[in-house]
């Protein structure tokens, strides 16, 4: 597998406010912006890695220009958004050999090795990941035969039509023969393409572990709960902590400072953030350079970065602030 496609040209509505100032791709999560969880996965065969942008590209180059990584990577930037399978079919000409295309909003568990082992030995046109989930009506589900072939797609079921649990996990690996059932009026690799290859051309490749799909508020504090309780975060040196109650888990950065605070559990405070005495933070992200004056209590929450959040209390589904910059 020489290639990797990350797709991160989406808009991340359901992040605004966030992502009108941070391309969901770059939206850091336990620290670490996504894409870069996303390219710590990949196997050592990979040697190029393609970033299939659109909305902010311009964030995401500066993104890597200043964190180079060990292997090439290429930003292709398309000018109107040209959904999954547009993105590839736009890449064609550069994947000329067994790739792997990754959503660039996802954590998993995925072994991708092994993964393209099974591609292999299936003789797969493409191979897609599957993730077992107790209601699966906001995602697409596959019907199998044999074990792996994918018979049948649905995307968003209701109860009565799920007829399957495994859901579509966004990560995929192809063969380059995979363009030879598309063209260049495909949008979507879920509701156009897929549906036609389900002759025995198309496997699932089941995993276990963790996926998460970080695209919306409750999913990305979800997201930070799990990365937490794994990367055993802590209390970086220089950050100031006064007088701090701490119910891991909890990450704070440098340069923050804490006065008598209540923090966590699942509390991630960024890097120069301030937050005054009395406050309680829970079940959030306050994003680095954000204030958060006395007696605020966060919960479920994420702060955007710069955002100023005095006296008050901000609760649930809130995405709050603007950048003051
Ligand atoms: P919402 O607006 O909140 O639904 O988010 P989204 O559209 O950014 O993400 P969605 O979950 O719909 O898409 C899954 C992945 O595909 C994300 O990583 C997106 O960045 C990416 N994606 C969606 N549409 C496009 C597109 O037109 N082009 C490219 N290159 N990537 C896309």
Known sequence: MAKAVILAGGFGTRLRPLTNFIPKPLVPISGTPLVQRIISTLPPGVDEIIVAAGYRSHDIEAY??????DVPVRIVTEHKPLGTAGALWNLRERLDSTFVVLNGDVINSIPLAEMER???????????SLWEVEDPTAFGIVRLSDGSSITEFREKPTREEAFSNLINAGTYIMEPSIFDHMSH????????VFPGLTDGR????????????????????????????????GIEKNARMDGCLLNRPVAVE??????????????YVGSGVHIGEGSVVENSAILSEAAVGRNCRITNSIICPGAVVLDSTVSDSQILGEPSA
């Open 254 to 267: 440098s340069g923050a400072r804490l006065m008598g605070v209540r923090l966590g559990p699942n509390a």
């Open 202 to 233: 198309l496997h699932g490749f089941s995993f276990s572990g963790y996926w998460i799909d970080c695209g919306s508020r409750e999913m990305f504090l979800k997201a930070q709960r799990l990365l937490m309780s794994m990367e055993i975060p």
């Open 118 to 128: 099974f591609h292999r030995e299936k003789g797969a046109v493409a191979t897609i």
């Open 64 to 69: 890597f220009r200043e964190n180079p990584q």
């Open 185 to 192: 009026e495909n949008f979507s690799l879920e509701r156009e």
